[in-house]
């Protein structure tokens, strides 16, 4: 399968992603998730975007040593991308796997996540 230039594009926002959660980096959550997003989380519980910058500022909670993410699929819709894929994410001790589906949407302002899950 060929690699096409919008799924190059979202690797590398993936990719910030992941260097986000090790910073962590509150910035980039505060960049990329629309204002109005919406993340449901592991208890069907629903994350709004100041929660999850919240959850990313230094000092804020254990954080990750190691983000990895596997078995990624890229679907472009052209003004939408969902992103489906697993994520490992290890703490001293404890590593948790999880699956996730990002929605993207391309904004005046660039993509943007506007929905998400995690289970």
């Known amino acids: ?4 230039t919008v799924q190059t ?3 590398a926002l993936e990719d910030k992603l992941i260097e986000a ?19 449901v989380t ?27 993410m596997s078995d990624m699929q890229i679907i472009d819709h052209g003004v939408a991308a969902v992103v489906i894929c697993t994520g490992e994410y ?15 949407l391309k904004k005046p302002e660039g993509w943007r996540i506007v929905s998400g899950t995690v289970a």
């Open 1 to 4: 399968m060929t690699t096409t």
């Open 9 to 11: 594009e979202f690797q």
């Open 42 to 68: 592991e208890g069907n519980a629903a994350m709004m975007k100041e929660k999850v910058v919240a959850a990313h500022q230094p000092g804020a909670g254990p954080k990750f040593s190691r983000v990895q």
């Open 90 to 104: 290890e703490m001293p001790g404890i590593t948790h796997k999880l699956k996730f589906t990002r929605t993207w």
């Open 21 to 39: 959660e090790l910073g962590p980096d509150p910035d980039f959550f505060q960049t990329y998730l629309d204002d109005q997003a919406v993340m």
